[in-house]
């Protein structure tokens, strides 16, 4: 809709907004607080909130979520733009917690609730490929009504998708090294690249149930990118020669691959998009665009995974 100068309706002042990151006070209710609210408001909904807020509002900060959202231009797609960007950042925000989080159960041979936890991985990463449909509505000319006022910004520059890259193993001290200047950022981003990934607490614990793995994998530099091993590769072999539900590491692997799948799709619609929209023109942020975007979109976490699928009968 490039003709169309958008209106935006100022659904909170933002001046009166509580700006502070920190999480608000709120009550706590418990089955039988409810049950006696229910029944002193006749079982409809409750609507009379003491002070200038309510608990929905507090328990999430939502006034202060919805005050973020200031397009620069006046093109009609950058809000669509600018929201969904955010979108993106809280999902990938929800998928790292997640990946954390199965990283710890791996560690602890908790291999169950590591599968439970990629199962809700792989349907975040679904999720935040679908966001894409949204985005894939804009067409170039609206695209371009707001790009200048992007500067160098770009999601090359997105320090949550950088800790989803480093905790699967896609690791770069280049990439990192965009984010050195921020120090409430930086340590952790850091740390994340210099610790083992996922895949490689995945193949200590091979190691742990007796398939031999390589030195070279057990003690390597962390900080680089996870390459495919044969004794990896022979490890995921042996253990693909029964597969079956009760043999819980086919399981994982099978978790594995189908998070890198989706993961794949996910990076090659981000890839088609953009050469949808701006072609081969060059990025905001200094690279070439689509011919930098299809080295890095064919990257794949768990190489053996799916190196393996020739010689399976
Ligand atoms: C809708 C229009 C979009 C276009 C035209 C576009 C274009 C590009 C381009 C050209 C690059 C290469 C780096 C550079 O800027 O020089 C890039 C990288 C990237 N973009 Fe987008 N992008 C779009 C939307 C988004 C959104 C909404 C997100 C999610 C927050 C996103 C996430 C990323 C990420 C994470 C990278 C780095 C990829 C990697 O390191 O593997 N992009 N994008």
Redesign the pocket.
């Known amino acids: 809709m490039p003709e169309y100068k958008p209106k935006t309706p100022a659904v909170v002042d933002i001046s009166k907004v509580d700006g502070s990151p920190y999480p608000r006070k709120i009550d706590f209710s418990t089955d039988k607080s409810r049950y006696k609210t229910s029944k002193q408001t006749m079982g409809d909904p409750l609507i009379n909130y003491e002070g200038k807020s309510n608990p929905y509002i507090d328990y999430q900060s939502i006034d202060l979520l919805l005050s973020l959202q200031h397009p620069r231009s006046e093109g009609y797609d950058e809000m669509c ?1 600018y929201v ?2 955010q979108v ?2 809280i999902l990938f925000k929800g998928l790292h917690f997640e990946l954390f989080n199965a990283r710890e159960q791996i560690k602890l041979d908790e291999i169950n609730n590591a599968i439970t936890i990629l199962e809700r991985s792989i349907e975040y990463v679904k999720f935040i490929a679908d966001a894409w449909n949204i ?1 894939s509505t ?1 067409k170039p000319e609206g ?1 371009n009504q707001f790009r200048d006022y992007l500067g160098t910004a ?3 520059l ?1 320090f949550m ?1 950088r800790h989803v ?1 480093f905790i699967l193993g896609n690791k770069s001290e280049k ?1 990192a090294s965009a984010h050195k200047n921020v120090p409430h950022v930086w340590p952790e981003i850091k740390k994340n690249l210099e610790t083992p990934s996922l895949y490689d607490e995945v193949i200590f614990y091979l190691n742990r149930k007796g398939h031999a793995i390589s030195e070279a994998v057990l003690d390597r530099d962390w900080k680089e990118t996870y390459k495919s091993n044969q004794s990896v590769k022979d490890a995921w072999l042996s253990v693909y020669r029964e597969p079956s539900n009760a043999n819980l590491i086919y399981k994982l692997g099978e978790s594995l691959i189908s998070f890198d799948e989706q993961f794949s799709i996910y990076r090659w619609r ?1 890839y088609t ?2 050469k949808k ?2 072609g081969f023109k ?6 070439s ?2 011919e ?2 299809e080295k ?1 979109t064919s990257h794949q976490f768990f190489p053996e995974l799916w190196e393996i699928r020739n010689e399976l009968s």
Request: glycine content about 20%; charged content about 10%; proline content about 0%.
């Open positions: 733009f969904m960007g993106k950042e985005l804009i695209f770009s999601g090359q997105s998708y890259e990439m981000h998009l953009v929209i701006i060059s990025g905001t942020g200094g690279s665009g689509v930098w975007l890095v």
